[in-house]
């Protein structure tokens, strides 16, 4: 009898739990489903974290990474202005490396895993830096299109559900539409320049605009996250949807600058009132997200280095933090001579 009713109690229980469950689902539902945020006090299915926590890591990643192919040209610009302008750029993916990882810190992990994740070839950055800076006009290339698929990618999710995420992409957005300008206007300079500075910015622009349309991701039917990922709101818009609006901005943007963009097959369809473009090369694509592309080793092999590097700054960093604790934690006892200790 007495086992009876244990087991009772048991039931009883894990039925009130499991209703508990139903309806936190419910209320996580009822708020994407009103295009309302979820913050990080909020409950969340542990899958919707794990996979925001994914995308947003790959993103900070990809920011900080991707400051090593432009930093490449800092000491070489041609012009105090040019590299005073590059400098701010670079600075500013720095920052947006800084706003996702904090980002990131609300979902419960923290910048330190994952960058031991990143270093240890655990989580991914994007596909497009692993590919070299060879001439002064792949900054303007990088600027124009790889900031340019950025912001086309990036406007959308200042409207994800996850709040801190959402915001994070407001300020990221406005500053990549300043470094969308000034590769424009770099790449114009080089279009109207001496003939030499045209073919240097075209070869750029054919070097960069496959990559960049691959910055997108995988096709739609091989896109393994997307679906969920939509219905989360987590993305507004599909890869190749968003890939094609790339399209269509840059094809004036190109004949503005006097550039061709490499692909014959850019063409109006007029049914889909959005252009066609050439097939994209899914196997290169697949062979740099193995680590295969012609700067995937040197870009990580760096990242370590300037982490090692850095080590001493973060514990400075911590010292510091430190004796401001323990300042803090002996106010008003006279006593403590935490100068000293510190
Ligand atoms: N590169 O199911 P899918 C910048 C992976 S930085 C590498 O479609 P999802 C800038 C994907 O992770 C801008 N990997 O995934 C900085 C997944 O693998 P896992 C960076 C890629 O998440 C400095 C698998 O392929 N922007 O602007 O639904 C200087 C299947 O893909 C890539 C962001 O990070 C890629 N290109 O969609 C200048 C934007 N594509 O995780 C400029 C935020 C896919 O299962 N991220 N993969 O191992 C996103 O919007 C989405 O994550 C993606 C992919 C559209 C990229």
Excluded at 147 to 157: C, E, S
Excluded at 166 to 172: H, P, Q
């Amino acid at each position: 009898m007495a086992a009876v009713t244990a087991d009772q109690t048991t039931q009883g229980t894990a039925g009130t739990a499991d209703e508990a469950e139903a309806g936190r689902l419910a209320a996580f539902d009822a708020t994407v489903a009103a295009d309302d945020r979820i913050e990080p006090r909020d409950w969340m299915p542990d899958a919707y974290r794990a996979s925001l926590i994914r995308q947003m890591a790959q993103h900070a990643h990809s920011e900080i990474i991707g400051m090593q192919p432009e930093a490449n040209w800092i000491s070489r610009a041609p012009s105090l202005r040019r590299k005073a302008i590059l400098m701010a750029k670079v600075q500013d993916e720095a920052g947006h490396g800084l706003y996702l990882y904090s980002a990131a810190e609300t979902l419960g992990t923290s910048r330190e895993e994952l960058l031991d994740k990143l270093h240890a070839g655990r989580q991914r950055y994007s596909s497009i830096f692993n590919y070299p800076t060879l001439t002064w006009a792949d900054v303007g290339a990088i600027g124009w299109l790889v900031d340019g698929a950025a912001i086309t990618n990036q406007v959308p999710l200042c409207r994800c559900s996850y709040g801190p995420y959402a915001r994070a992409m407001v300020r990221i957005c406005k500053e990549e539409s300043f470094h969308q300008r000034q590769g424009y206007e770099l790449l114009l300079a080089l279009s109207r320049g001496t003939p030499a500075q045209h073919e240097m910015a075209q070869d750029a622009v054919n070097r960069w605009w496959w990559p960049s349309l691959m910055m997108f991701g995988p096709p739609d039917d091989a896109s393994a996250h997307s679906a969920q990922s939509m219905a989360w709101r987590i993305k507004r818009h599909s890869n190749d949807e968003l890939r094609r609006r790339f399209v269509d901005i840059c094809v004036p943007q190109a004949q503005a600058l006097g550039l061709t963009l490499p692909d014959p097959d850019i063409r109006w369809n007029e049914e889909l009132g959005q252009h066609d473009y050439g097939e994209i090369d899914w196997t290169e694509f697949q062979e740099v997200l193995k680590g295969n592309g012609p700067c995937n080793e040197q870009r990580l092999t760096q990242r370590r280095t300037a982490h090692e590097n850095g080590a001493w700054v973060r514990e400075a960093a911590a010292a510091y933090a430190d004796k401001h604790a323990a300042r803090a934690g002996t106010a008003g006892t006279a006593a403590q001579p935490v100068e000293a200790t510190a």
